[in-house]
């Protein structure tokens, strides 16, 4: 067996910036290039208030939409009904790899929710969780074809949103204050 290592370009960004906001800016395009990917975005949340936004978004171009919201909303009530991935992640479960929304058990991603909110056809619902709470939402995605998502995909995402989640919490603490 291969052991599989994080590209230097990563683990630098992972290691050098102090900052949260250093480290998501730099972190979504160099990790959209690693994975291949059309679009990354990060949707960072408060779990007690349920105020989020999408803080974050990389696009590899314009064609793709800019979901980039700066305005911390209140989640809909509705939203774990509607959307099995994000009912799966306030569960705190493991990171969900979705190779084509088509075809996908409706048990783990309603594909009329994902048409309507998202427009991708593979994605990467990686989950920031701290003390079984969830802080956020890293989210890669393909357009237009179905990805299948490597082992090395999957440990990079691993590995990102194990670095990232406490930096989730306090981006989220600081601007909640």
């Known amino acids: 067996m291969i052991d599989l290592i994080l590209p230097l370009e990563l683990e630098q960004i992972l290691s050098d910036r102090t900052t949260p906001d250093a480290v998501f800016s730099a972190l979504l395009p160099v990790l959209g290039a690693v994975l291949e ?3 990354i975005f990060l949707y960072l949340r408060h779990p007690q208030t349920k105020m989020g936004k999408a ?11 800019n979901i980039l919201d700066p305005d911390w909303k209140k ?34 991603l309603n594909k009329d929710f994902e048409h309507k909110e998202f427009g991708h056809r593979a994605l990467i619902h990686a989950h920031l969780c701290d003390e079984n709470l ?9 357009f237009g074809h179905p990805r299948t998502w490597t082992n090395f995909d999957q440990f ?22």
């Not at 803080?55 to 939409?65: H, K, N, T, V």
């Not at 969830?134 to 393909?142: A, E, F, N, S």
Request: aromatic share 8%; hydrophobic share 40%; net charge negative.
């Open 156 to 177: 990079v995402m691993n590995t990102v949103t194990e670095k990232i989640a406490p930096l989730a919490v306090t981006y989220v603490k600081s601007a909640q204050q």
């Open 55 to 65: 803080a974050y978004c990389w696009r590899r171009s314009s064609d793709y939409p």
């Open 134 to 142: 969830l802080w956020g939402i890293l989210q890669p995605c393909i």
């Open 75 to 108: 989640e809909p009530e509705t939203l774990p009904q509607e959307d099995p991935l994000f009912a799966a992640a306030l569960h705190t479960k493991p990171s969900i790899f979705v190779e084509d929304v088509e075809t996908a058990n409706p048990e783990i």
């Open 37 to 39: 990917c059309d679009r």
